[in-house]
């Protein structure tokens, strides 16, 4: 499995949005690219709180991205670039995928 955290805890009120995703095992260097791209033009996103991200060898994964309000993750989710990886991921990347949009409602952290 690898992992990708982000420690801080989210103001009650801010949004999780919840991506759990089976990729289809094609064009994995293709994959990381996009990955990586959509991961640094998601932190330029205005009202971006950060990622949490974990996945195994299988090709599962899940990844929380985090949001000051909804508007920020809609505008994220409208993005020009955002909506180009998801149709390529679509056609090649993801056998399936669930989304979830949640409203934090209270967070803590260890240690």
Request: aromatic share 10%; glycine share 10%.
């Amino acid at each position: 499995m690898h992992a990708s955290t982000d420690s801080r805890i989210h103001a009650n009120g801010s949004i999780a949005v919840i991506f759990a995703a089976q990729r289809s095992g094609r064009d994995a260097e293709g994959y990381a690219a996009m990955a990586e791209a959509m991961d640094a033009l998601a932190a330029q996103q205005p009202g971006y709180l950060g990622m949490d991200h974990g996945g195994g060898a299988d090709g599962f994964g899940i990844t929380v991205s985090y949001w000051a309000d909804d508007a920020s993750a809609r505008a994220w989710r409208d993005n020009r670039e955002h909506r180009a990886a998801r149709e390529a991921g679509r056609d090649r990347w993801y056998a399936h995928y669930t989304l979830h949009v949640a409203r934090i409602e209270r967070g803590y952290a260890w240690p």
